[in-house]
T-cell receptor, first 109, second 113 residues
Framework: QKEVEQNSGPLSVPEGAIASLNCTYS??????FFWYRQYSGKSPELIMS????GDKEDGRFTAQLNKASQYVSLLIRDSQPSDSATYLC?????????FGSGTKLNVKP | SAVISQKPSRDICQRGTSLTIQCQVD?????MFWYRQQPGQSLTLIAT?????????ESGFVIDKFPISRPNLTFSTLTVSNMSPEDSSIYLC??????????FGPGTRLLVL
């Protein structure tokens, strides 16, 4: 099992809908979790981090962490075409980082 | 977060040659990493650049092919040696300041003919 796993997609949602991105992780990843957004041809940029169980909201983005089930999710409300990108889930254990393979999101106007 | 620059931003190289990529950070950072991202793929960690000592390479990557230097806490280089078309990729420098998470440089887009 890879340390962090994501569905590669693509996930297609209509503009204005909620996009739900999911990620599972192994026992090797324990401390904190991150969502990066990567536009085509660009480098990843951090959009959310979460450390404890529950939800964390930042504008249209909500990160959810469930340590018992070992999954992390990212909800994007009121999805916009500009949200179309690949979303990378990552986890950290001390100084070691683990990245998922990314989920491609398409938001259709 | 740190401000990271990479040079060159892109290059086209001939098979058998070498290219050195530079990564500069605007502040001292604990750790620097080098990643490769092949077209349509996710990130693959090449190595951790250690200040004052040899880099720590991940499985499948060797120093002869990807020599790395880190002379101080704000600068690192990655050389891609004896290139082949399979080395065509985006090479990303990232930094970890001991705080939240890694931050990535803008990347170097390499095409090997």
């Amino acid at each position: 099992q890879k340390e962090v796993e994501q569905n590669s997609g693509p996930l297609s949602v209509p503009e204005g809908a909620i996009a739900s991105l999911n990620c599972t992780y192994s026992d090797r990843v324990s401390q904190s979790f991150f969502w990066y957004r990567q536009y085509s041809g660009k480098s990843p940029e951090l959009i959310m981090s979460i450390y404890s169980n529950g939800d964390k909201e930042d504008g249209r983005f909500t990160a959810q962490l469930n340590k018992a089930s070992q999954y992390v999710s990212l909800l994007i409300r009121d999805s916009q075409p500009s949200d179309s990108a690949t979303y990378l889930c990552a986890g950290r254990n001390f100084n070691k980082f683990y990245f998922g393979s990314g989920t491609k999101l398409n938001v259709k106007p | 977060s740190a401000v990271i620059s990479q040079k060159p931003s892109r290059d086209i190289c001939q098979r058998g040659t070498s290219l050195t990529i530079q990564c500069q950070v605007d502040s001292q950072v604990t750790m620097m990493f080098w990643y490769r991202q092949q077209p349509g793929q996710s990130l693959t960690l090449i190595a951790t650049a250690n200040q004052g000592s040899e880099a720590t390479y991940e499985s499948g990557f060797v120093i002869d092919k990807f020599p790395i230097s880190r002379p101080n806490l704000t600068f690192s280089t990655l050389t891609v040696s004896n290139m082949s078309p399979e080395d065509s990729s985006i090479y990303l420098c990232s930094v970890y300041t001991g705080g939240e998470t890694q931050y990535f440089g803008p990347g170097t887009r390499l095409l090997v003919l």
